[in-house]
């Protein structure tokens, strides 16, 4: 079984600040990690993801995570965050055999101005 | 292209009721999923299909949730004897391919299900 602890549910932060949302997953097996958004009243969207390879991972709107496999995270950065960047980001892990994905409980990213 | 989309939007019954549930994937997307949201949570997954088969329906809570794919592209998920701990939104997503879960996963709106 695979599990996934995004360990803050909410993280509030000023307009052009950087910020970290943390995820950390449990597995047996290997596995591929994803982080997608969902903004108010929209679909879930893919930021990036780790299949193998280069530990850090570039997405979309400046976001950049980094797979530490000895400590089990894949936490989510962005150097400098936008009003727009408010919305809900959920981490996700999937086995490399098997197509469904395990989600956290999402961490809502309020950017103030 | 159009994206995953998914009917009815909202969809509100009385406990008790059968509801069907529709997805239509992205053309040409080989696997299906669905998956329940409740409110505060992520998504939970519920069954995956390649092609018009299931491959893994292990998150389908009991035997009142039931879904089909029977020509490889529409799915239904359908629910008997709703009940009230049954809302949630319903997400469907589709992916080029489902083997190996590094195909990146297209999610729809959603259906948001309140049973009365």
């Known amino acids: 079984a695979q599990s996934v602890t995004q360990l803050d549910s909410q993280v509030p932060v000023f307009e052009e600040a950087p910020v970290e949302l943390r995820c950390n997953y449990s597995?047996?097996?290997?596995?591929?990690l994803f982080w997608y958004v969902q903004y108010p009243n929209q679909g879930l969207q893919l930021l990036l993801k780790?299949?193998?390879?280069?530990?850090l991972v570039k997405g979309i709107n400046g976001f950049e995570a980094e797979f530490n496999k000895s400590q089990t995270s894949f936490h989510l950065r962005k150097p400098s965050v936008h009003i727009s960047d408010t919305a809900e980001y959920f981490c996700?892990?999937?086995?490399?055999?098997?197509?469904?994905?395990?989600f956290g409980d999402g961490t809502t990213l309020t950017v103030k101005p | 292209g159009a994206g995953v989309s998914q009917t009815p939007s909202n969809k509100v019954t009385e406990k008790g009721k059968y509801v069907e549930l529709r997805c239509d994937p992205i053309?040409?997307?080989?696997?299906l999923y669905w998956y329940r949201q409740s409110l505060g949570q992520g998504p939970e997954f519920l069954i995956y299909?390649?092609?018009?088969?299931?491959?893994?329906d292990s998150g389908l809570p009991n035997d009142r949730f039931f879904a089909v794919r029977p020509e490889g592209s529409v799915s239904t998920l359908k629910i008997q004897r709703t009940e009230r701990g049954d809302s949630a939104v319903y997400l469907c997503?589709?992916?080029?391919?489902?083997?190996?879960?590094?195909?990146?996963?297209?999610f729809g709106p959603g259906t948001r299900l309140t049973v009365l």
């Open positions: 997503a589709s992916s080029l391919r489902g083997s190996g879960g590094a195909y990146e996963q297209f």
């Open positions: 996700a892990v999937s086995h490399t055999n098997a197509g469904k994905s395990t």
């Open positions: 597995s047996s097996v290997s596995v591929y």
């Open positions: 053309s040409g997307h080989t696997a």
């Open positions: 780790y299949l193998s390879g280069s530990t």
């Open positions: 299909f390649q092609g018009t088969g299931a491959a893994d």
